[in-house]
């Protein structure tokens, strides 16, 4: 169903922002025995309006029933889906100093459809070593490991100044995408997926909004 959408309507970073939110709250609604849910529900749990709910639904398809609301099961693996959480995304990260190895210790990401295959360095008292039995190999093999391990996503977890040189790396590899966490924009070519993660442009935003307040 995705794929067709794709090609009749771009969908708003907004919306795919928020559907790790609803599948989450519908998660935690199947874990609590709900079986049905409505969209008036949904926005007393995350505070979002229900038309801003419904528009995001009807944006993949209509997953309701008229007068009995959403089957939570039902409208959990569906959005599971559109995000691709069946696909178990095979993850590599590089750079595994303090939040690197956050990154690897989250177990939970795996709940979430992605498998963290390897980690990688340039550090020779790191490599070899492993996180949560993740083994960390040397950088200047990334190309050979990262076929073999059958990577997707690429981290950068990596000082800014050598943020650039993995990228490219990551391309000349054939990764399908990058999440960035380095406060530089890398270049790729104009037909691959980045997510740039930068830490202090969120923590700015956040401290605007605090002074904001406090006058």
Do not use: C
Not at 27 to 46: G, Y
Not at 51 to 80: P, Q, S
């Amino acid at each position: 169903m995705l794929s067709s959408v794709k090609e009749q309507i771009k969908i708003p970073r907004a919306t795919i922002e928020r559907l790790p939110l609803y599948y989450k709250t519908l998660q935690n609604l199947d874990n609590e025995d709900v079986v049905t849910t409505s969209t008036l529900e949904l926005s007393k749990i995350l505070g979002i309006t229900p038309e801003t709910i419904r528009k995001d639904l009807n944006l993949f398809g209509h997953f309701g029933i008229k007068g009995a609301g959403y089957d939570v099961i039902n409208l959990m693996l569906k959005i599971g889906n559109i995000l691709g959480l069946q696909n178990y995304w095979r993850i590599a990260i590089i750079g595994v100093g303090n939040l690197g190895a956050a990154l690897a210790k989250f177990e939970k990401i795996t709940d979430w459809g992605f498998v963290i295959a390897a980690l990688f360095d340039i550090d020779e008292n790191k490599i070899g070593e492993d996180i949560n039995g993740v083994r960390i190999y040397d950088f200047k093999k990334f190309v050979p490991i990262s076929g073999r391990k059958l990577i997707d996503i690429g981290v950068i977890a990596v000082p800014d100044d050598a943020a650039q040189n993995v990228a490219d790396v990551l391309v000349e590899a054939g990764v399908k995408g990058i999440w960035n966490f380095s406060a530089v924009q890398i270049e790729v070519p104009n037909d691959f997926t980045v997510i740039n993660e930068n830490l202090m442009v969120g923590l700015s935003a956040l401290s605007f909004y605090l002074n904001q307040n406090a006058k």
